[in-house]
C-alpha cells in the first residue's frame, strides 16, 4: 500500500532490532495470563523503545502494569 502511494507519509514502517526482541520476550511473562500475542508485544516493545503511547481496541492491555502508557481507541 506504500509503495502505490495509497498511504502517502500517514505510516511509517520500523523494524524490529535486538533491543525490541530482548524486551518482547521480556515482556511474555508478564502477559502471558492476559494471553497476549507475539505481535501484541511487539507493539508494546515498539512503544516502550520510542517512548509513546500504544493504541489498542484490547481492553485486557490496559489492565497490565507494564510501566508505559496505554490508550484504548475505543
Do not use: F, Q
Not at 2 to 29: F, M
Request: charged share 25%.
Amino acid at each position: 500500500m506504500r509503495d502505490e502511494g495509497l498511504l502517502e507519509n500517514s505510516l511509517e514502517i520500523i523494524a524490529c532490532n535486538e533491543e525490541d526482541a530482548i524486551t518482547i520476550a521480556k515482556l511474555r511473562g508478564l502477559t502471558k495470563s492476559a494471553g497476549l500475542s507475539l505481535g501484541d508485544r511487539a507493539c508494546l516493545a515498539l512503544g516502550k523503545r520510542l517512548n509513546l503511547p500504544v493504541l489498542t481496541a484490547d481492553k485486557v492491555w490496559s489492565s497490565l502494569s507494564l510501566g508505559m502508557t496505554i490508550n484504548l481507541i475505543r
